[in-house]
């Protein structure tokens, strides 16, 4: 236990336990942080907090690809990055079930190595840029309303939530990939195409609708749910799906009524629109899971390339 400082560029090639508090502040603005064909393992319990200087993993050791074991919390306080050597063996992080990984202050940070995670994984409304990708198999991640820009997010387990004022941005241009069994959800914008075998839950954006947006296609596949939630009419106060692409639908669409849910004939939820002449294809499991509605009521569907809309109807 206690506290150690890495305060000038220098090599790191052995192996590093950290139980404690590890500091790293590089102080030389012409060196680098370099962890060379070693790991380091931050226990549970345990603290590295990274306040300046870049990072470059390399590996000269043919055998030992350099690695950061996180167990604990790993606190990013930086606009330094993180560097990958392109001619050495494979380097990575991984966040592990007990692991914490958060940037808490600093501009954008880029992490060139790969990031595999299944604890947790929270930006606190600052922006990363993972350039190999993020592969999540469980735990949670939250952007919570920052920005997180990556070729692709493969979100196997646990859940990520872009947060909850609507601000939350991710950037995947190879695409998010939902599997079964994993949640995505919150309010914001994904650029990038949504392809969703698991659940899509307004619910992680908190207790009122918001407005997800996706720049790109939606694909929802037969094991898929999309959960929303309506509670009046007036001033769009209910979950909405924005695309900006074309949707192909299948699997389950289930829909709430939050407290205070009202309706009378004539309302209209507009909770899919695919705007810029994009296209609808397929279409949920039939009938839908709606709320129930007053006496005398109905539901009724809209359907077509626009979106669509339930309508509240009096036979």
Avoid: C, H
């Amino acid at each position: 236990m206690g506290t150690s400082n890495w305060r000038w560029g220098a090599a790191l090639n052995v192996k590093w336990l950290n139980n404690g508090r590890l500091n790293l502040r590089n102080e030389d603005v012409n060196g680098l942080f370099v962890i060379d064909s070693t790991v380091i393992t931050n226990i549970a319990s345990s603290t590295v907090a990274w306040t300046e200087g870049d990072f470059l993993m390399t590996s000269t050791n043919a055998n030992q690809p350099s690695l950061i074991d996180n167990q604990g919390t790993f606190d990013v306080q930086t606009g330094n990055d993180l560097r990958d050597d392109p001619n050495a063996l494979s380097a990575g992080i991984v966040n592990e079930s007990s692991g914490i990984f958060q940037k808490s202050a600093g501009t954008s940070t880029t992490i060139e190595v790969a990031f595999t995670t299944s604890g947790y994984v929270n930006l606190s409304g600052w922006s990363i840029a993972f350039q190999k990708g993020v592969t999540q198999t469980g735990g949670g991640t939250s952007l919570n309303n920052g920005t997180l820009t990556a070729p692709t997010y493969s979100l196997s387990g646990g859940t990520l939530s872009l947060g909850d004022d609507g601000q939350g941005a991710l950037n995947v241009a190879g695409g998010l990939f939902i599997s079964a069994g994993a949640t995505f959800g919150g309010f914001g914008t994904v650029t990038g195409n949504v392809n969703n075998s698991g659940t899509i839950d307004f619910a992680l954006g908190g207790p009122a609708p918001g407005v997800l947006n996706i720049t790109g296609n939606f694909l929802q596949f037969s094991t898929g749910t999309l959960r929303m939630r309506l509670q009046a009419v007036q001033n769009q106060q209910y979950d909405q799906l924005d695309i900006v692409g074309n949707a192909n639908l299948a699997g389950n669409l289930q829909v709430s009524a939050l407290p205070g849910f009202t309706a009378v004939a004539g309302n209209w939820f507009y909770i899919i629109q695919v705007a810029n002449g994009g296209k609808v294809d397929g279409d949920f499991n039939s009938p839908y899971g709606l709320p129930p509605l007053g006496a005398g009521l109905s539901w009724g569907t809209i359907y077509g390339n626009g979106g669509i809309q339930l309508t509240v109807n009096k036979p």
